[in-house]
Every structure is written in structure tokens, then in C-alpha cells.
T-cell receptor
Framework: AQSVTQLDSHVSVSEGTPVLLRCNYS??????LFWYVQHPNKGLQLLLK??????LVKGINGFEAEFKKSETSFHLTKPSAHMSDAAEYFC?????????????FGQGTTLQVKP | SAVISQKPSRDICQRGTSLTIQCQVD?????MFWYRQQPGQSLTLIAT?????????ESGFVIDKFPISRPNLTFSTLTVSNMSPEDSSIYLC???????????FGQGTRLTVV
């Protein structure tokens, strides 16, 4: 069975400092992995996705994530946080090997950015 | 990509009543999904809406409580039946396709049961 664990429920950084949101996954096959962001009272937005191509994935708004099979990790990073990055972030794994859009969500990490 | 419209965007309902949520996609898609996001929680898959056949429900969700229709490849409805305050959540429609490698989400329906 597929699962995903976000290691921090809450992360607080100062504006301009690096962001690291940690995610570990479990999958019986080569997974597709995603990071989604949810701003307050807004819909879900895809930040980036890994689908067995390059292990370092670049997404929108300066975010990137590295797929590490040996560590079963897919951590999300950004070199310099902006106030607008404050939101809920979800690490997500595809539930099916065919990746038809059926997803399993992590519990989420709330990112707080302090001025 | 796909553009998904959900209606209503929010509603406040009396316990014991039912609410039907509509999901309209701007293109034909093979797979449609319904998720629930309880307050302060992550998203949980309720069911896969299959075109022309009965929906496939995840563990903990049943058809009597969450009946789903999928009359064609661009439209689906989710009904929350006999509502109780515990059903207060955001309900989201999502689409994915075998040719794509991501899921697209509607804006969600914020349901409050009083």
C-alpha cells in the first residue's frame, strides 16, 4: 500500500531564509509524487511533480524537490521564503501505478513566514 | 490541464437534510474523484466516480451516505445525505487522466451543518 508522511506539522521561518518541508513515502512500485499548496480559503495548487524523470524537480514560485529513492524521501525546498509562501503544503503520492489521478495525501505542513 | 467548476461554493444546511454538489469539467476526462477535507485536516478520498457504472468507494465511505452520479465524461454529483454536524467539511472534486500525470481540483464546497 502507498502512504506518505510529512514529518513536520508546522514549520516557521523568517522571510528571506530557506524553507525545508520534509516528506517520506512508502510505495510498492515506482511512485509519482507531488507537492500541492493550499492558501487560506483557496483551492489546491500544484507546486511540482515527480514522475520518474529527473530526480530534482523544479516547480513554481522558486520551489524544488529532490526524489531520493534510497531514503524514500521527497523534501520540498526554497532558497528564500516570501511572506506569500505562508500556506498549507501537502505531499502527495499516487495511489495507483497507472497514476490516473487517484491520490493519497499527507497530513499537511503549515508554513509560517515571519517578517 | 482541466478547469473544474463546483457548485455551490459553500452552504449552511440543517441536520437531517441532504445536499447535492455538482462538478463540471471543461473537457472529457476518464477519472473523476471526490475528496473530503475535514476542518484542519488533510484530504481523504471518498470515491471514484465511474462513467456509466456505480462509483467505487473507499474504506469508511458508503453509497447510502454519499451517493454519486456520473452521467457523462464532464459531469458528476456528490450528495451528502442525512447530514450531521460531523459532515461539516470541504468537499472537493478532482479529475485525472491516464495521459496526464497530475490531478486538478475544483475550488471546493465548504459545507457547514447546523
Amino acid at each position: 500500500a502507498q502512504s506518505v508522511t510529512q514529518l513536520d506539522s508546522h514549520v516557521s521561518v523568517s522571510e528571506g531564509t530557506p524553507v525545508l518541508l520534509r516528506c517520506n513515502y512508502s510505495s510498492s512500485y515506482s511512485p509519482s509524487l507531488f507537492w500541492y499548496v493550499q492558501h487560506p480559503n483557496k483551492g489546491l495548487q500544484l507546486l511540482l511533480k515527480y514522475t520518474s524523470a529527473a530526480t530534482l524537480v523544479k516547480g513554481i514560485n522558486g520551489f524544488e524537490a529532490e526524489f531520493k529513492k534510497s531514503e524514500t524521501s521527497f523534501h520540498l525546498t526554497k532558497p528564500s521564503a516570501h511572506m506569500s509562501d505562508a500556506a498549507e503544503y501537502f505531499c502527495v503520492v499516487s495511489a495507483l501505478s497507472s497514476n490516473t489521478g487517484k491520490l493519497i495525501f499527507g497530513q499537511g505542513t503549515t508554513l509560517q513566514v515571519k517578517p | 490541464s482541466a478547469v473544474i467548476s463546483q457548485k455551490p461554493s459553500r452552504d449552511i444546511c440543517q441536520r437531517g437534510t441532504s445536499l447535492t454538489i455538482q462538478c463540471q469539467v471543461d473537457s472529457q476526462v476518464t477519472m473523476m474523484f471526490w475528496y473530503r477535507q475535514q476542518p484542519g485536516q488533510s484530504l481523504t478520498l471518498i470515491a471514484t466516480a465511474n462513467q456509466g457504472s456505480e462509483a467505487t468507494y473507499e474504506s469508511g465511505f458508503v453509497i447510502d451516505k454519499f451517493p454519486i452520479s456520473r452521467p457523462n465524461l464532464t459531469f458528476s454529483t456528490l450528495t451528502v445525505s442525512n447530514m450531521s454536524p460531523e459532515d461539516s467539511s470541504i468537499y472537493l472534486c478532482s479529475v485525472g487522466d491516464r495521459e496526464n500525470t497530475e490531478a486538478f481540483f475544483g475550488q471546493g464546497t465548504r459545507l457547514t451543518v447546523v
